[in-house]
Structure formats: C-alpha cells, structure tokens
C-alpha cells in the first residue's frame, strides 16, 4: 500500500506549481481531484496547442486537451468540471471538501477568501481539514500582491542574480522554472507533514508555503556571505572552490561532459586517462590551490583534450579511473537513456487523445512496490463528473443533468 | 516517564502544563507535553556529509525531531568550506555547516570500525530515521544488501540513502559530485552563451534541492509507518529527483547575448521574457498575459511608442524586431533603479521582478516584514542573521531550538547518559580513535 492511500486532496491548483505539487501527493496513493473549469482554464490548458512550431489541427474546444505542458504536472488525477462563479458550484465543492483531507491551491492571497473556502471557512465544513497555499511572496507582507511565476520569486529571492559568468557575463535565469519545482516539493512535504500531525493528533491546520521564502530557505550560502563579510556573491560559472577542473567540456561530436576533480588522486587519474603525464609535473597544476590560481589556463587544456575525444568513450574510461564525469543530457537524449526508465525518471502511460507519451515520473517509489509498467494519463476537463458528484456526492443524474444545462457543471 | 516525552530536551515554553500526553498518559507539568511541533518525539540519526543529508535531517529537525549528526572524527566537510568570517577557517565557524546543522546535537564516531559500527547499532536502537548518503564523489558507504539487513533488524527503523544515481539501475556506481547529477538530469541550462560551456546551478541548488526532495520522501515513509506499521528504505536518487523536474521551460539571458544564444529566437513567445539592464542591474521582464503587458505599459506611462500598430504585436516584437522593442523598453529601465521598478511592477500588477542581490534580499522591506530572517547567536561564531523555514504550519510550526553543534559535542550525552557507556569504555574509545 501507498504511504498516502485512502486520502483525497481537493486542487484548485494552475500552472507548474500548482498542478505538480498535488501530483506529487497523487504519486504517493492520495486521490487528487482537480477542480476546474471552462470559466477560468487551468493557464496549462489554455492556448493553441502546437506540434514542434506546427499549431495543431484540431477544433478549438479540443485545445485543452491537447497542450503538451498540461500532461506532466497532472497525470494520475481526477478532474471534476465545476463553476465556481455560480453559487451552487461553489457548494458542491464544499460538500467534497467535507469528504476531504487537503485542500491545496497557488491562487493569490484573498482568493479563498473571497470564494469562502479560506481555513477558517472551511473548518465549520471539516473540523479536520488541511488547507495548504502555495502564493509567490506569501499570505502577508508588503509584496503580498505582486503577481509572481517562476522567474518573480527566482529573482527576488537573489538565486537568478547568480546564473551567470561573471559580473559582466549575467545570464540571469534559471532552467526547469526552479522556483516552481522548490515550492511543489515543499508544499507537499508540508501536506505530509501535517497528514502525520493529524494521524496522531486528530487536529488539522493552515499551511503557507510561499514560492519567495521556500527558495530564499534554500540559499542560506550567499546569504551568510554577505551577512558575515557584507561581500556579494558574484555569478561564477561552473566554478567550485574545493575542485579543480570542475567544469562542462565540449567532446568531439558536440556533446558536452561534466568533469569534476576533487582530490589528487582523482587528478592524477585524470592526467593518465588524459595521457598527459607532464600535467602532473606542472609547476602550476601541483595542488587543488595551484590549480585553482591557474584554472583558466587548466580548462584550456582540458577542452583542447577532450573536444579530441568521443563522448561516450571518455566518460566511460573517466569512470573506470574513478573520476567524476558524465555526459550532459538533454530533454530528448533522456527519453532513450536507460537510466530515465529504470530510475521512472520517465514513465509511460497512454492518452486518450494524444496515445502514447512519455511523462516525468517520481520522486521516489517504495521499494517494496512493484515497478509500475504504466501510469494514469492527466484527466480529460471535467472526464470524474459522474464518480465526483454521481458516487461521491450522491447527486442524481437528473440532477447532474440539470446542472449541466445551468452550467454550474461546466 | 515515558519514551514520548522529551521534555527534558525541549525549552520550557513548549511544556503544556494542562495537558495530557496522548501517548504515556503522563500529566506532569514538567516531563510532558502535547506534540507542539509535528515531529515530536521522533529520533533522527544523521549520518550525512556535506549538504544533502544534513539538509534533510535539519529540515527534520526543524518540524521537531531530536536529530544526532554523527560526524567523522575530523567532522563534516561543510565545516571546511565557509564562508569565514574575514575569510579565516575554523571548523566552528563555516557558514555552511551552521546553516544546515542547527536543531542537532552532534557526536563523532568513527563507524567503519568493528567498536564504531557496534556504537552505531546501539543508536540504531532507538532511532526512527537514518538519514545516509555517499561519499562526496557518490561512492556509497552502504549496499542495498547493507540497507536491507539494517531494515530487518530494525522493522520500524527509516532508512533514507541519498546517493547521485540510487543504489540500483544505470550509473549506481559511477562517482558524481553535483556538476555530473546537474548535467545529466537536465538542471545545467544551455541557454547561455555560444562561445561557453553551459551553466549548472549555482549557489549548491542541486544539492539543496534534493536535501529537499528527501525530506518530502522521509516524512511519506514515516506516515506510511504511522498508519501501515513498517519503516522502508527509500532508495533517494539526486539524479532522479532533478529529472523528473525536468519539463518547465528555461528562462531568457540579457537580451544583449542572444544573438549567441543557444536558444532559437522562435522558441521566445512572447515579448517580454528576458533579462535586461536597469540604471543600477538587472531586471526578468516578464508579462505573459496581455493585461500583465498593459500594466507595463502603463508603468512605462504609456509612451507613445506603446501606441504603435507594431508595437501592439508581442509576438512580432519578440521575433520580428526585438532589439527595437528592446531599445524603448531599455530607455525606461535606464531611468529606473532596481527598488524603484519593484515599485512599479507591484503597482501595476506585472510579474517582472529586479534581480535582486544577497543585500537586498536580507534588506527587503517584505521579508523584514514577515519576519523571515532569524538572529542566531553561536559562541564560536557569534550572532549572524539566518534564512528562515521552509514553509509556515499554524498548528505545529518549524522552531529553531538548538543552535549548529560544536563537534563532539554530545560525545557524553548520547554515549554516556543515553547508551549508558561507562567512563571508562568512553576514555577507551578516545584512546582506540572510534569517538
């Protein structure tokens, strides 16, 4: 059995932070039941879909369906189409947060609120209730209202001021929408966490984990910096100060290696791999610190090596000396790697609509599940109406029909 | 007194003095307390090294858990890194090894000795979580095999082993620091320059991520155990948790570079998304949606340029003629400093932000207000102003209770009072070199 089977966590979560911290919850065993609507689309299934830069051939009101970013961040959910415009859709989902355990959303600070489903409001519905938000800047403070996605809270916490070269040489942006993917994490584990709480307690509770502070918790480093030295942490490439080479080589046939070496012994390896013994007797390269005042030098002649050589091959001789080096992978490259299947870095599952696909797996798996051939595709809009508010809420079908006329299904 | 209460380990303000313990019943003021943070009573090992492991096991302490580090004789590797203090190392002192080691007591034992391992295996007695990890290049300490007569002598017992690649599959035993997990897992951007190597993330962030990523991990196996009555070994690979993350898209260099950028112009959908300068650094202009665009034009105060039938097309102004658009844009930003544009964008509702640098951060007006940072004091590196927690819980909030442990601190209160070792087996494992 899951660690979380049996529990059901109502999402009114959109977008990558939204739609993935939820899933993670649905990785775990949870029922998650995603609630939405054509009134206000989740913003991941908004747009016309496109194949490569082809806009996709399909009639308009299969567009939701068909966009490619949805599929990640909500496989393995139910969806329920509700309007909460309507005040009669707002109280169907109160009736299933009665029947609930967490309640998780990214919206805004005052939108629970105004929509009467806020903590408060809904303990008189589930005295028990876990409610966790996930805003960008948080529930208070100044910044309360900036509108905020992953590059807001990557800027503001000081983590995308970094990405960069050096002083002049400033990238600026982080890959993988890395605020988003912290703040999923994190809002999760604090929905686990106040799980347990309940199971021992009995007492449920309110959970804020903001994008801003879940990211600036994590970069305790240059902050203690500046806080002990008042010295700036300055973008610095690939640079460590405890290796020496540690950076990404070009290799002959245009792929690139990560290439870190920390002590002489994995330098020495390196240098006789590299047959380049003279290396050794460098004046310059003799220790970490001799390497490090001449490291530019140093990568000059590591790249001159490697851009000689085979990817594969070095990467694998590199590891049979016991030096740290892998190959860079991209999206694509890691739909064939053998490491992304095994690990359920990626699984497979099936759509309805789009077939066969491949979407990002879990985090973890119990090892004592059997590995999963497949997994549940994300939810057509609106595909769990009949078990949602047929099975669970005991609404007749008459009824449902109604309803769907009034467009409180919708 | 029952094993639930820890009172005698927690400060005086979280004794509740009328109630009863749900678990040993004991109603005395002074040993008992209602579980007032979420992991009250649970005992953590950490066995880790550097950053990952030991993140993991303080964001455990943080919820509440009594955690013990054990530490090599000669103690983490964080306590060698830093930052100093005027740039002098002390083991005492490395900002790193304060920041991720508060809430723990720390012992030192040499544990791949025949006497350190029988040590090891009596803490493990009364432990709910280990926390494990490979050495700093990913060589792993422990086998599965290992693990698994660890979990079958100690059913309850957690065991969570963070290693680059996991202890099965592809790569389980390749050596990897976190350059290697970053590039192979899809978290080094290649949104950089041509003429350079691509960027892995900076400031630790894989390593901080999948400290991160194993505590979400650790807290589903101890419900699970709470409701299902077994502890597990979780198999926690870095590599894996940063590839299954691998699906949001990348964000945009200056606008200055991307003529040799790696990503095609194409690829850029909307303008804006991408970094440029203002009068004093940098800002991520960023209006996905069309009113987010219209507040920024109203923040810019609606020049006329604005008004151009071209300059209506974001799609036209991102692909067709961006250095144009960048041109006017840039005019504004040149006049305007990074706390001023901050302004302006919370004003008119644009979800661009300046990239603000450690100073600003620790200075900004919204954190103060949220009272995120914490002054910690500590008698080796004295007061110093740390980053807050994770996330905020209103029944069973994170607490700092404990400041980052000298090392070998414990030595006398974990081997002595709580394994109840004599003094002279204690003054024989200091001769033998195992504490």
């Known amino acids: 059995m899951l660690p979380l089977t049996g529990y059901r966590v109502v999402d009114f979560g959109t977008a990558l932070v939204g739609g993935l911290s939820p899933r993670l919850l649905a990785d775990l065993g949870a029922e998650v039941i995603k609630i939405e609507s054509r009134v206000s689309l989740d913003g991941f299934r908004r747009g016309r879909p496109t194949i490569g830069s082809e806009p996709i051939r399909a009639d308009e009101s299969m567009w939701p369906e068909l966009q490619g970013i949805f599929h990640g961040a909500n496989r393995g959910k139910r969806s329920v189409a509700l309007n909460m415009n309507k005040a009669e859709g707002l109280e169907l989902v109160r009736r299933l947060i009665a029947l609930s355990d ?5 919206y805004s600070p005052g939108v629970l609120r105004r929509r009467g489903l806020d903590y408060e409001s809904l303990i008189a519905v589930k005295a028990d209730i876990i409610v966790v938000s996930m805003p960008g800047m948080g529930d208070t403070g100044p910044l309360r209202d900036y509108l905020s996605y992953a590059p807001t809270a990557g800027a503001l ?50 959970i804020e984990s903001s994008q801003l502070e879940a990211s600036a918790a994590l970069m305790g480093l240059p902050y203690l910096d500046y806080v002990m030295n008042r010295r700036m942490v300055e973008p610095h490439g690939n640079f460590h100060p405890l290796m020496a080479p540690h950076n990404i080589y070009p290799a002959r046939d245009g792929r690139w290696i990560a290439i870190a070496v920390r002590t002489p012994d994995e330098w020495a390896s390196l240098c006789h791999v590299a047959d380049h013994e003279e290396w050794l007797d460098d004046q310059r390269f003799l220790d970490h610190r001799g390497r490090l005042a001449n490291l530019e030098a140093l990568d000059r002649l590591v790249a001159a090596w490697t851009r000689e050589q085979g990817s594969e091959a070095l990467v694998g001789r590199l590891q049979a000396a016991g030096v740290a080096a892998t190959p860079l992978l991209n999206s694509v490259d890691r739909t064939v790697d053998d490491y992304s299947i095994q690990r359920e870095t990626l699984v497979p599952t099936t759509h309805p609509l789009l077939g066969d696909m491949l979407l990002p797996g879990f985090v973890f798996r119990p090892m004592d599940e059997d590995p999963v051939a497949a997994v549940d595709p994300a939810p057509l809009l609106g595909e769990d109406n ?8 005991g609404i007749p079908e008459a009824e449902r029909r109604r309803m769907v006329n009034d467009e409180v299904i919708y | 007194m029952g094993r639930c209460c820890r009172a005698r380990l927690m400060p005086a303000d979280q004794v509740m003095s009328s ?43 943080d919820l509440g858990a009594e955690v013990v580090k054990v530490e090599s004789l000669d103690g983490d590797s964080a306590r060698r890194y830093g930052p100093f203090r005027n740039d002098i190392p002390d083991a005492e002192a490395s900002g790193l090894f304060l920041y991720l080691n508060s809430n723990k007591a720390s012992v030192t034992l040499n544990w791949r000795s025949q006497a350190g391992r029988e040590l090891l295996e009596a803490l493990l007695d009364d432990t709910d979580i280990v926390v494990l990890d490979s050495d700093l290049s990913g060589k792993n300490h422990f086998t599965l095999d290992d693990l698994q007569r660890m979990h079958q002598s100690h059913p309850n017992l957690i065991v969570v082993a963070i290693t680059p690649f996991g202890l099965v599959g592809r790569y389980s035993d390749y050596a990897a620091y976190d350059i290697n997990v970053s590039s192979i897992a899809g978290a080094t951007s ?7 190597e691509p960027l892995m993330m900076p400031t ?14 650790t807290m589903a196996a101890l419900l699970s155990r709470a409701r299902h009555g077994q502890g597990q070994i979780i198999d926690f690979a870095q590599a894996q948790l940063i590839g299954t993350q691998a699906g949001g898209a990348p964000g945009h260099a200056p606008r200055a570079a991307a003529a040799q950028m790696r990503i095609a112009a194409p690829a850029r959908g909307l303008y804006p998304n991408h970094v440029l300068p203002c009068s004093d650094g940098y800002v991520y202009l960023f209006a996905p949606q069309i009113q987010q665009w219209l507040g920024l034009v109203a923040a810019m105060g609606e020049p006329d340029w604005t ?20 041109a006017h844009v840039s005019e504004w930003l040149r006049a305007h400093t990074k706390l001023e544009l901050l302004a302006l964008f919370l004003q008119h509702r644009v979800p661009s932000a300046p990239l603000l640098n450690a100073k600003e951060v620790l200075e900004s007006a919204h954190l103060l207000d949220r009272r995120f940072f914490d002054d910690r004091d500590h008698p080796v590196a004295g007061p110093l ?17 404990r400041r980052a442990p000298l090392l070998g601190e414990h030595n006398d209160t974990v081997f002595g009072e709580q394994l109840q070792l004599t003094d002279d087996r204690l003054a024989r494992l200091r001769e033998n070199g195992v504490i």
Not at chain 2, 40 to 55: E, K, Y
Not at chain 2, 385 to 401: D, I, V
């Open chain 2, 307 to 326: 008004k151009e039938r071209r300059f209506r097309n974001r799609r036209a102004m991102s692909q067709e003629y961006p250095e144009e658009s960048d």
């Open chain 1, 102 to 106: 967490v309640v998780m959303n990214n």
């Open chain 1, 386 to 393: 009949d078990y949602v508010l047929g099975e669970l809420l």
């Open chain 2, 204 to 217: 630790l962030q894989v390593e901080m991520l999948a400290g991160l990523g194993a505590a979400f991990s």
């Open chain 2, 385 to 401: 102003t740390y980053p807050g927690f994770q996330f905020r819980m209103s029944a069973t909030p994170m607490r700092y209770r």
């Open chain 2, 19 to 61: 109630s009863r313990c749900p678990q040993c019943g004991n109603t005395s003021e002074r040993v008992c307390m209602m579980p007032r943070t979420a992991l009250d009573g649970i005992r953590v090992l950490d066995l880790g090294d550097f950053v990952s492991a030991p993140f993991c096991a303080r964001l455990l302490g």
């Open chain 2, 190 to 196: 290649n949104a950089t320059f041509t003429d350079r």
């Open chain 1, 157 to 206: 916490s000081g983590m995308a001021g970094l990405m960069g070269y050096d002083r002049d040489r400033l990238i600026g942006a982080l890959p993988l929408a890395w605020g988003d993917v912290v703040n999923a994490l994190s809002g999760g584990m604090a929905a686990i966490t106040a799980l347990y709480h309940r199971e021992r307690t009995g007492e449920g509770q309110y």
